[in-house]
């Protein structure tokens, strides 16, 4: 494989880490700044919306550049971001710095994809965006907790100087073996828009909307509720985080697999279904289990609970390309902005009944999300059924 694809991974490893490192960071910045751990989740919203909007507006705008000054672009006001995150003595310029990282992460991203396309040739494409996207899964699965048990040696200003370097690095390599004047061909803003109105698409959006909503809300806040609901000393939250990690790479891999032979929707539905399980179950530990209890079972769910949340995101890709295949590079980028504004919502919905209700409340909520997202598809697919029995 070209060596090129690999350091295309390697920035989407670090563009991709922010939106989940924050799971074990955010008690340290709310500590640090002075501010509450609700409070501090605006940081992962600020982050994760500027990620959802930015990305179409930007990669739109920039269609005609070249590819590698737009890497170059992206990748140094990424490290700029991080570097002033690092800095940052209040909450204002934290906020302001998550904006700067959200976006240029996004454009990154959306670049990187059909960068890796041009390099190997359409005949190797899957191959060349499998490459790009397990930088993002490998930051999931050991960037975010080896971020978190870096920022708890060196403090959380350490971990997002550790960001800048590592986009620092991808930076000068890519700018040194990328080629001069890779271009692709583009599409306006208003067509990646309207691409919702073909049937099927706009509900399948709504359903990863939701589902990543349900999940942010109690992921961005592990900590917290691993903490506060059972009683799990602060010291272990990285293995915690590991431990998900890896059940996320096994999930993400077995995807693929699994929706070839039993079909995507019925992998999305499952992993819908399992997820609004263990949201339930993990608040009910918080809720009503004795911390001696709760805690090593909340540390024994993490893999599996990873592994179903990451059978999602491959098997709802699938669905979308399936929906309109023709259109799969505009669904799929709509697919990216819908995962990361349930990111930002889910978050914001997670802060409130932190602040309100107390850690052991985020799983039910979590599990009204997903659950909605699970009817939602279950409503799709009758309303399916019945198009096609009329026209027979």
Sequence with gaps: MDRRLFLLALGAFATSMVAFLFAGLLPLIAEDTGITVPEAGYLVSAFSLAYAVGTPVLSTVSDSLDRRRLIGLALLFFAAGNLAAALAGSMLPLFLAQVVMGMSA?????????????????????????????????????????????????????????????????????????????????????????????????????VTFLYLTGGFAVISYIGPLAIEGTGIARELLPFVLLAYGVGAILGNYASGRIADRLGPTRVVGFAMLAATCFALILSALAEWAPDKVAGPLLIALMVPWGFVGWTFPPAQASRLVAVAPELAHL???????????????????GGRVLEMDGAAELG?????????????????????????????
Excluded: K
């Design 106 to 206: 996004g454009l990154f991203a959306a670049t990187a994809q059909a960068t890796a396309v041009l390099i190997a040739g359409p005949e190797r494409r899957a191959v060349a965006i499998s490459a790009v996207l397990g930088g993002t899964t490998f930051a999931v699965a050991f960037g975010a907790p080896a971020g978190s048990l870096l920022a708890h040696v060196v403090g959380w200003r350490g971990a997002f100087l550790a960001l800048a370097l590592i986009a620092a690095f991808c930076l000068a390599a890519l700018w040194l073996r990328l080629p001069r004047d890779l271009r692709t061909a583009g599409s306006t803003l208003m067509e990646r828009i309207t691409v919702v109105r073909r049937p099927g698409v706009l509900s399948a959006l709504a």
């Design 331 to 349: 669904t799929l980028a709509l697919n990216v902005s819908a995962i990361y504004f349930g990111i930002g919502f889910g978050t914001l919905i």
């Design 364 to 392: 039910f909520v979590g599990a009204a999300f997903t659950a909605s997202a699970l009817l939602l598809l279950a409503a799709g697919r009758r309303s399916s059924r019945a198009v096609v029995a009329s026209s027979t």
